[in-house]
């Protein structure tokens, strides 16, 4: 039946049965199932010799043959086809989507369809308008697939982008963006950025626009731009920068406004790849934005043509970053951006999603400087997140409900986005609702993230009022995008009032974690990027939290109760169970079982969906692992009854090396963190798991399961009984001594060897150091080994660890290089002065006494040298500390 309906559709021969065909061919298991077997090769070898060509042939002869008329339509500020191309470009899309589906095995018809028509270009330009869409086509859908024939196509989209022929400048300017798009740039380098700069002032807007759209590309693929930027803005301040979009009677050249807008984008972006590089540019550019800034235009297109110019102003300022030089002209935007919030919001100066960000990227640059405007910018972010959201409902039909849902875009009578659905009791029901306050909630509360983010703890003040109005968006059932950005500007409000020490974050804490964990538990898998954004937002509120306890006060944690806890992790732990279902299915995909793969770029696709499921599953684990840490002993049973059975199976190994890391870690956890009991329960089956962690052998060669399973046992080393090691010691000794002496190079992975020096250390020399008594381990030789090593500034926590044990080695007489004890101390002190907290207060003045004891004991002239060869900072730090302990400095050089 399936082979029957391709062979129609391939006789029928029209753009509609194409369609029709492409939508068969896209049900999941055709390609997987069908196409590998016998009669599924030669349907597959139809598609692949008639379907492709029929698609190639339709783009040909579905272009607008009037080429004066397509030129001087002006160009749009939005991406906009021709209504004459319609039919060509919806030719691109069917051709694209059978390449995918039929992937490597397109390439023996599809390479010769287009050398056949850049041969037959020379007489009928569209041919070669036609070879290059595909080209362009083919690196979007398959990029792997394509990658040998990508120079073919540099070369084409070059050469052609010399001719005269507008329509093919066009084109070939598509394909240089798609190349710089796939990450081709260094393939092609100068010689795009020539071409685009080159047409960038052609008098057809549509190729100058496309022209400084590549310009973007370029500096967004991350090219060498700063060698070419000074030529760049020459021609872009000379060409399109210099055209009057709007003159004195407000009368709109378009062509030159989409233009103009489009080239100011372009500097922008120059500004952000070049960061510092600009700076020499700084004075010559700036003066001319803002003064567009400034023209006063009653029109839309004035505002546009503003927006852009602004933006353009505060990504300069934030790329180069000298806010002293960026002073003036940011106090003048400033007040714009005021005047402008302040205005009816159906005359705005300037779009608000424009005034908004650019308020952002000054706050940014300003810091807390940026204080004085929050009174007057809070109360219209505020006014924005809690507007209320039109929403009407009419009768609809069973057309409507299946229209909704292919997904078909759908409008009311007043143009608000509508859907119909089932409603029990009404039955067809269109919902109409007003999207534009949708995006004026999102916009409002992207900045308000971006303002917390930006000013800290001076931003905690406004904590009880911004998180109250947020809170009320997590569960917002019209917008994931709300959700997400409501969440995560929660979490930098959060973040501010811990760092403020604001009392409410007690109060605040249960609450919103809570709450964010159950629309996490809601939110589908189908919008992977606001899924990632809320469970993000849920472990970065947690981290704040953590960041501040310490031993002495744990008030932040004050309402946050067992049951808080355990209901949180209830809900993880199922989310988690989910993800890593997900990610067994792809695995399986992956390896064939469920059908046979159509080439690379699908296992890239499908590789690309396990990164996706990795980035939601590790602030999932972090979640766990801080609520672990929140209630450490009272954390054990919730462990027993929802953590290890869900990732004790993956402590032995699996092909999915992110659910072993993730199972590891927090066992890890569970036995430093959950007290003695947690210790002897879980630390022998810890045990069974690092020692397959530790082996790039059985650990798929993941170094973060290496690192955890290294840190795995320390941990055991310090709370668990002696011999929990004790019938793999030389395994693990001969494994961990051999990396902990690799040296901290900046090419090396460093935390890997520092886990491996703590681990060594806790295992022979400090602490219980179950491994101590051995006699075939030379003593001398590992403790000489740890203190090259030290300090410690990876995990702060095992630095302290190791640095009071480094104390206790030197007190007790083992630790005697005087030049290797004066340099620790000496560095651990500086690291402290700049904020890394690298040792107790217990530690720091055991470092003092061994100063004070030294400088009673070695002898001056080695004291000196010793002291002599510290940075300049590490000697006042050493004498500093000195003189808190003692009358008399230490030696001065």
Same mark, same amino acid.
């Given at each position: ?7 129609f ?35 597959r ?5 008639? $379907? ?44 694209g ?6 992937g ?6 599809l ?37 040998p ?24 300017? +598509? ?24 047409? !960038? ?8 626009? *496309? ?14 731009? =700063? ?31 989409a ?17 510092? #590089? ?42 180069? #970053? ?16 005021? *005047? ?14 424009? !005034? ?16 004085p ?23 609809s ?49 992207? $900045? ?40 995560q ?46 469970c ?28 808080? #806890? ?20 792809v695995?399986?995909?992956?390896e ?54 869900i ?10 090396t ?5 199972a ?12 003695e ?78 886990n491996?020096?703590?681990?060594? $250390?806790?295992? !022979? ?11 075939? +381990? ?24 190791c ?6 080695? !030197? ?24 904020? =890394?907290?690298l ?25 000196q ?17 000195l ?11």
């Amino acid at each position: 039946v399936f082979a029957s309906l391709v062979q129609f559709c391939i006789k029928n021969n029209t753009l509609l049965s194409l369609e029709l065909l492409v939508s068969l061919c896209s049900v999941p298991d055709v390609p997987h199932k069908i196409f590998p077997t016998s009669d599924g090769m030669q349907i597959r070898s139809l598609l692949c010799q008639h $379907a492709l060509s029929q698609c190639a042939d339709f783009m040909v002869n579905n272009l607008d043959e009037d080429v004066i008329e397509w030129a001087q339509e002006p160009a749009t500020l939005f991406e906009d086809v021709a209504e004459d191309d319609d039919d060509f470009c919806y030719a691109t899309t069917l051709f694209g989507r059978l390449v995918m589906i039929l992937g490597n095995g397109s390439l023996p018809v599809l390479l010769p369809l287009v050398e056949n028509f850049m041969a037959a270009g020379k007489n009928d330009w569209r041919q070669f308008c036609a070879a290059l869409t595909m080209m362009q086509t083919c690196l979007y859908v398959g990029p792997i697939m394509f990658a040998p024939h990508v120079n073919v196509a540099l070369e084409a989209a070059l050469e052609l982008s010399k001719t005269d022929h507008v329509r093919l400048q066009h084109q070939s300017l +598509l394909l240089l963006g798609a190349l710089c798009e796939s990450g081709n740039v260094e393939v092609g380098g100068r010689r795009i950025l020539e071409a685009a700069a080159r047409l !960038v002032s052609s008098p057809c807007s549509k190729v100058s626009t *496309t022209g400084s759209a590549v310009v973007i590309s370029f500096c967004r693929s991350e090219g060498p731009v =700063e060698p070419f930027c000074r030529e760049v803005l020459q021609i872009l301040v000379a060409g399109p920068l210099s055209q009057q979009a709007i003159n004195e009677k407000n009368k709109v050249d378009y062509g030159a406004l989409a233009s103009k807008v489009k080239a100011i984008g372009a500097v922008a972006c120059l500004a952000d790849a070049c960061a510092e #590089g600009f700076l020499p540019f700084y004075d010559a550019i700036m003066p001319g934005l803002l003064t567009t800034v400034q023209t006063h235009s009653s029109s839309d297109e004035g505002a546009q043509l503003r927006g852009a110019a602004m933006e353009a102003m505060t990504i300069i300022g934030q790329a180069i #970053g000298q806010i002293d030089l960026f002073a003036r002209e940011a106090e003048m935007l400033m007040q714009i951006a005021l *005047t402008t919030l302040k205005s009816p919001a159906d005359n705005l100066m300037i779009p608000l999603d424009q !005034v908004l960000s650019a308020c952002a990227r000054i706050a940014t640059v300003m810091g807390e400087k940026f204080t004085p405007f929050l009174p007057e910018i809070l109360p219209f972010l505020l006014d924005r997140i809690n507007l209320v959201v039109d929403i009407s409902y009419e009768e609809s039909n069973e057309a409507g409900l299946q229209s909704s849902r292919r997904g078909d875009a759908e409008m009311d009578n007043d143009g608000n986005n509508a859907m119909t659905i089932l409603i029990p009791g009404k039955g067809f029901t269109k919902v109409s609702i007003d999207m534009s306050k949708i995006e004026e909630k999102s916009q409002a509360c992207r $900045a308000t993230y971006e303002l917390a983010v930006a000013l800290g703890s001076s931003f905690a003040p406004y904590t009880e009022v911004v998180t109250s109005a947020l809170t009320q968006l997590i569960s917002y059932s019209y917008s994931p995008d709300v959700r997400s950005t409501s969440c995560q500007a929660l979490a930098a409000v959060f973040d501010s009032a811990c760092k403020a020490r604001v009392q409410q974050v007690a109060q605040i804490l249960p609450a919103l974690s809570s709450a964010i964990c159950k629309q996490i538990a809601q939110e589908g898998a189908d919008d992977m990027e606001a899924l990632y954004a809320i469970c993000e937002a849920l472990s970065d509120i947690l981290c704040s939290a953590y960041e501040q306890l310490s031993s002495e006060d744990r008030s932040v944690l004050s309402d946050f109760k067992s049951e808080n #806890g355990t209901a949180i992790v209830k809900l993880l732990m199922g989310l988690i169970s989910r993800c890593l279902e997900r990610r067994r299915i792809v695995f399986e995909t992956l390896e064939g079982v469920h059908g046979a793969l159509a080439g690379e770029d699908e296992q890239n696709e499908l590789k690309q969906q396990l990164e996706m499921e990795e980035e939601v599953l590790n602030p999932l684990i972090n979640s766990v692992g801080y609520v672990l840490k929140f209630m450490k002993q009272d954390f054990l049973p919730v462990f027993e009854m929802y953590v290890a059975p869900i990732l004790g199976t993956f402590l032995k190994g699996s092909s999915d090396t992110r659910a072993q890391f993730a199972a590891v870690a927090l066992f890890d956890d569970c036995v430093e963190h959950c007290g003695e009991t947690a210790a002897q329960r879980f630390g022998s089956v810890l045990a069974e798991g690092v020692l397959v962690g530790i082996n790039p052998a059985t650990n798929g060669g993941d170094d973060d399961v290496q690192k955890a399973s290294i840190y795995g046992i320390a941990q055991i080393s310090r709370y668990c009984s002696a011999n929990t090691l004790a019938d793999c010691a030389q395994i693990i000794l001969h494994n961990l001594i051999s990396l902990s002496k690799v040296p901290k190079h900046e090419d090396e992975d460093i935390h890997l060897i520092e886990n491996a020096v703590s681990a060594v $250390a806790s295992l !022979v020399l400090i602490g219980p150091a179950p491994f101590g008594h051995m006699k075939f +381990l030379n003593r001398d030789d590992l403790i000489a080994t740890f203190l090259k090593q030290l300090p410690l500034r990876e995990d702060e926590d095992e630095a302290k660890i190791c640095h009071a044990g480094f104390c206790d080695l !030197v007190i007790q007489g083992e630790a005697k290089d005087v030049s290797e004890i004066m340099r620790i101390i000496g560095e651990i002190l500086v690291h402290i002065e700049n904020g =890394e907290d690298l040792a107790t207060a217990e530690t720091q003045l055991q470092m003092t006494k061994i100063l004070f004891e030294m400088q009673q004991k070695v002898p001056s002239n080695t004291l000196q040298e010793t002291f002599g060869s510290l940075s300049e900072e590490a000697q006042n730090l050493v004498n500093i500390n000195l003189q808190r302990y003692a009358p008399n400095p230490v030696v001065t050089p």
